[in-house]
């Protein structure tokens, strides 16, 4: 008889709409190994494994576990501690209690750094403990991915919010700027350009944090495009900085606070949204200007999910399991595109993905550094999945002819 070991699944960082779909794809395919005799999840992350705050998951029906697959953010609860070699010991120390053979964590780029300072702890330690991550993020960030779970259904969101906005823009014109998540890396604010349909179509400015900002050149862009168009639309990241890499936030709203990881706030204000609109107001003189932060909402929205994501999602808990069990490394679930459309999965060493991070590749970025190639296109469109919205305009060539004459 196979010895009876214990696997423990935990979420970390940010919720996302399909988070659950890799704990519940996890959770099933540990059930297949007979030698994995409990399955726990740890509430609230790695906080909760340091506190001894665990489920058994494998008292779950199968029932309950696909409903909640199908259900966004994180059903474990999540945390944005930022464990240090302490705590990473403290967590080994836990596991090693419970004598958990397979630590499996859910997260980003700092998720992946907690599970690799764990697997070197139980090395140390001499412990047999397989560490994998498990990747997740809407900010599509993560090192040697061709993309992470969770982007494509939050770039789903932004490309149809968008779309709305355009067509409301469109019926009353003005200036409207809406501010996505994505700290160093623009795919996500990118995405909006995915909801344009006819030439006119906004947003018709993208700025990105893979370029530095430079509010008199958007200023330029806001008016230009007001003149041509009557109206502007534009999509800005909550990373914009200036030629020094200092936060436009910071120019906004003077002392910033930090996060547990040392990162700016960027998410919790709507002082970049309702300080560019400002400027706006104050240098162009354009008397409706609207602004928006899109905040938390495109995280976890309910009813727009890609189902290109959810499998996906679903697959790397599966293939995290498999690579456990199977493997003799640690390591990260990496996806990789094969041909148009297609994915593979890859285990990497964990120090080549840990506290890294991905950015917009330029062949991404148009020459005026506003703007999205058809590469991105491309790149982005088979991630939205199925049933994407569309928008239909009456037809001009209807129009009556002018009867009435001046004088």
Same mark, same amino acid.
């Given at each position: 008889?196979?010895?009876?070991?214990?696997?423990?699944?935990? @979420?970390?960082?940010?919720?996302?709409?399909?988070?659950?779909?890799?704990?519940?794809?996890?959770?099933? *395919?540990?059930?297949?190994?007979?030698?994995? /005799?409990?399955?726990?999840?740890?509430?609230?992350?790695?906080? =909760?494994?340091?506190?001894?705050?665990?489920?058994?998951?494998? @008292?779950?029906?199968? $029932?309950?576990?696909?409903?909640? %697959?199908?259900?966004?953010?994180?059903?474990?609860?999540? &945390?944005?501690?930022?464990?240090?070699?302490?705590?990473?010991?403290?967590?080994?120390?836990?596991?090693?209690?419970?004598?958990?053979?397979?630590?499996? +964590?859910?997260?980003?780029?700092?998720?992946?750094?907690?599970?690799?300072?764990?697997?070197?702890?139980?090395?140390?330690?001499? +412990? !047999?403990?397989?560490?994998?991550?498990?990747?997740?993020?809407?900010?599509?960030?993560?090192?040697? $991915?061709?993309?992470?779970?969770?982007?494509?259904?939050?770039?789903?969101?932004?490309?149809?919010?968008?779309?709305?906005?355009?067509?409301?823009?469109?019926?009353? !014109?003005?200036?409207?700027? %809406?501010?996505?998540?994505?700290?160093?890396?623009?795919?996500?604010?990118?995405?909006?350009?995915?909801?344009?349909?006819?030439?006119?179509?906004?947003?018709?400015?993208?700025?990105?944090?893979?370029?530095?900002?430079?509010? $008199? #050149?958007?200023?330029?862009?806001?008016?230009?495009?007001?003149?041509?168009?009557?109206?502007?639309?534009? #999509?800005?990241?909550?990373?914009?900085?200036?030629?020094?890499?200092?936060?436009?936030?910071?120019?906004?709203?003077?002392?910033?606070?930090?996060?547990?990881?040392?990162?700016?706030?960027?998410?919790?204000?709507?002082?970049?949204?309702?300080?560019?609109?400002?400027?706006?107001?104050?240098?162009?003189?354009?008397?409706?200007?609207? #602004?928006?932060?899109? =905040?938390?909402?495109?995280?976890?929205?309910?009813?727009?999910?890609?189902?290109?994501?959810?499998?996906?999602?679903?697959?790397?808990?599966?293939?995290?399991?498999?690579?456990?069990?199977? =493997?003799?490394?640690?390591?990260?679930?990496?996806? @990789?595109?094969?041909?148009? +459309?297609?994915?593979? +999965? *890859?285990?990497?060493?964990? /120090?080549?993905?840990?506290?890294?991070?991905?950015?917009?590749?330029?062949?991404?970025?148009?020459?005026?550094?506003?703007?999205?190639? /058809?590469?991105?296109?491309?790149?982005?469109? !088979?991630?939205? =999945?199925?049933?994407? &919205?569309?928008?239909?305009?009456?037809?001009?060539?209807?129009?009556?002819?002018?009867?009435?004459?001046?004088?």
């Amino acid at each position: 008889m196979a010895t009876q070991t214990k696997a423990l699944i935990a @979420q970390g960082g940010g919720p996302t709409a399909v988070i659950n779909q890799s704990l519940v794809g996890a959770v099933l *395919e540990c059930r297949k190994f007979p030698q994995i /005799d409990r399955i726990y999840g740890a509430l609230h992350g790695v906080r =909760g494994i340091v506190d001894e705050d665990l489920l058994d998951l494998t @008292q779950e029906t199968t $029932n309950n576990l696909e409903l909640v %697959a199908g259900t966004p953010s994180s059903a474990l609860g999540s &945390t944005r501690d930022k464990p240090d070699r302490a705590y990473c010991k403290a967590i080994f120390e836990t596991l090693q209690a419970h004598e958990i053979s397979y630590f499996l +964590y859910i997260g980003g780029n700092d998720s992946s750094d907690t599970v690799r300072i764990v697997a070197e702890e139980a090395k140390a330690a001499g +412990y !047999p403990l397989r560490s994998i991550h498990i990747p997740k993020t809407i900010d599509n960030d993560i090192v040697l $991915n061709d993309h992470t779970p969770g982007f494509p259904s939050a770039a789903r969101f932004i490309a149809q919010a968008f779309m709305g906005i355009n067509l409301d823009n469109k019926a009353l !014109p003005g200036v409207y700027l %809406a501010v996505v998540m994505g700290r160093n890396a623009g795919f996500l604010t990118a995405a909006s350009a995915l909801g344009k349909k006819f030439p006119d179509d906004g947003p018709h400015l993208i700025h990105m944090p893979e370029r530095a900002f430079d509010p $008199n #050149a958007f200023l330029a862009g806001v008016k230009a495009t007001f003149d041509r168009h009557g109206r502007c639309i534009v #999509a800005v990241s909550e990373g914009i900085h200036d030629t020094e890499g200092k936060p436009i936030l910071a120019r906004l709203a003077g002392e910033l606070q930090r996060d547990a990881h040392g990162n700016v706030n960027l998410s919790g204000t709507g002082a970049l949204a309702d300080g560019l609109a400002t400027l706006v107001k104050d240098r162009l003189a354009i008397k409706r200007v609207r #602004a928006d932060t899109f =905040g938390y909402m495109q995280r976890s929205f309910v009813g727009c999910v890609s189902d290109v994501d959810q499998r996906e999602a679903r697959e790397v808990g599966e293939k995290a399991v498999k690579f456990a069990l199977w =493997g003799d490394r640690d390591g990260s679930v990496t996806i @990789q595109r094969v041909g148009n +459309y297609q994915v593979d +999965y *890859e285990l990497v060493d964990l /120090d080549q993905v840990a506290a890294k991070t991905r950015t917009m590749p330029d062949a991404f970025v148009d020459a005026a550094g506003t703007g999205v190639t /058809d590469a991105f296109h491309m790149y982005l469109r !088979p991630l939205l =999945g199925s049933g994407m &919205t569309n928008e239909y305009r009456l037809q001009t060539s209807n129009r009556v002819a002018k009867l009435r004459r001046p004088g």
